[in-house]
Structure formats: C-alpha cells, structure tokens
C-alpha cells in the first residue's frame, strides 16, 4: 500500500532564504504525484501536478522535481516570502483517476 | 478554471442528527472524492465515485454514506452524527484521461455538539 511521508512537519526560515520541502513514497509505480498548498482553515490549492514520465514541473517561484527510482519528490521555493507561509501536501494517484494518497504535510513560516 | 463549490463553509450539527454535506463540480469530472482532515492524521479518504451512482470506499466509510445522483454533484451522508465526526471536509474532483490533477473545494468545517 502506498504511503506517503514529508519531512519536516515544520520549517521556519527568514525572508529571502532558498527552501526545499521534501516528499517521499514507497511504490515507486506512481501514475503522477501532485504539490498543494493550504491555508489555516481553508481548501487545498493546487501548485504543481509531475506526470510519472516527467521529472520536473516550475511554476514561478516554485519548481518540483520527480525521482521515481528514489520514491521521492522536492518542492523548491526560491526566494521565499512571508506570503509562501502555509502547509504544503504533496499527494500521490498509484492509477489514473484513483483517489491521491497525501503526506501530513509541512508547514512553512516565513518571517520578515 | 474548475469549480469545486462545497454549500457550507461552517456547519454546527447536534449528535445525532442526519447530516449532508454537498459538493459541486462544474467541468464535467467523472471522479469526485470526499476526504476528512484531522490534525495528526491528514487527509484520509471517506468514499469516492468514477461515475453517476456508482461509489467505492475509500479507508474510513464507517458512519457515512455517499450520494451521486447526477455527474456535478455528490454529497457525503452523516446517517447520525458523533463527536468523533468533529472535522473538516474536503471534497475533490478530476477526470481520468484529462490529466490536470484534482481541484479541491473549500472545505467544510464540521462541528458535533
């Protein structure tokens, strides 16, 4: 059975600093491997979606990487500000359409 | 953009009652799911759906049900609330062969009194 892990569960870091969240899985046949963002009390935000044949994806700031090989998956944010403060969710589908399987999350401050 | 639109933000429900959560999608997803989240645990998976009354569960269906009468929508069911359904629910849809990834809706912060 999949599962999914991220580590920190928390990360603090000042303004400016370049960071890398991590994300790992332990069934390597993954069908694409999805980053969220999350607010206090609110939905899920989708940032970035890696296909299993691609090995990275950037939007912005943001740039995610997929190593199916080492079951793992990075989330790097360049420049960070106090705005990337919330909890990110990386997610796993084993099979097209099947549900995704989420890690806990870590959850970012940024401070000014 | 996809829409995820779930009818309440906040809900405050008596132990007991009957309770339904509804979820609408406006791009003509096929699948849609429902998740709860707990502080600790994550995102687990109550139930899902491929198709129009069709629905699977996912790995905590115990005291749910769920009902999918036409493609945009699908309502998760609290038969009779409990404490331990104190949560917040999300609802999620995406398609099969358009792979976008999922879109989530708001979340619905459920509290049982």
């Known amino acids: 059975k999949q599962e999914v892990t991220q580590i920190p569960a928390a990360l603090s870091v000042p303004e400016g600093e370049n960071l890398v969240l991590n994300c790992s899985f332990t069934d390597s046949a993954i069908y694409n491997l999805q980053w969220f963002r999350q607010d206090p009390g609110k939905g899920l935000t989708s940032l970035l979606l890696i296909q299993s044949s691609q090995r990275e994806q950037t939007s912005g700031r943001l740039n995610a990487s997929l190593d199916k090989s080492s079951g793992r998956s990075t989330l790097y944010i360049a420049a960070s500000q106090p705005g990337d403060s919330a909890t990110y969710l990386c997610a796993a589908a084993n099979q097209a359409g099947t549900a995704l399987i989420f890690g806990k999350g870590t959850t970012l401050s940024v401070s000014s | 953009d996809v829409k995820v639109t779930q009818s309440s933000r906040y809900l405050v429900k008596r132990t007991g009652e009957k309770v339904f959560l509804e979820c609408v999608q406006d791009m003509d997803h096929e699948n849609m799911f429902w998740y709860r989240q707990d502080p600790g645990l994550g995102l687990r998976l109550i139930y899902f759906?491929?198709?129009?009354?069709?629905?699977e569960k996912g790995d905590i269906p115990e005291g749910y049900s769920v009902s999918r009468e036409k493609k945009e929508r699908f309502s998760l069911i609290l038969e009779s609330a409990s404490t331990n359904q104190t949560s917040m629910y999300l609802c999620?849809?995406?398609?099969?062969?358009?792979?976008?990834?999922?879109?989530f809706g708001s979340g619905t912060r459920l509290t049982v009194v």
């Open positions: 999620a849809s995406g398609q099969d062969h358009i792979n976008y990834g999922y879109t």
């Open positions: 759906s491929y198709d129009v009354k069709m629905k």
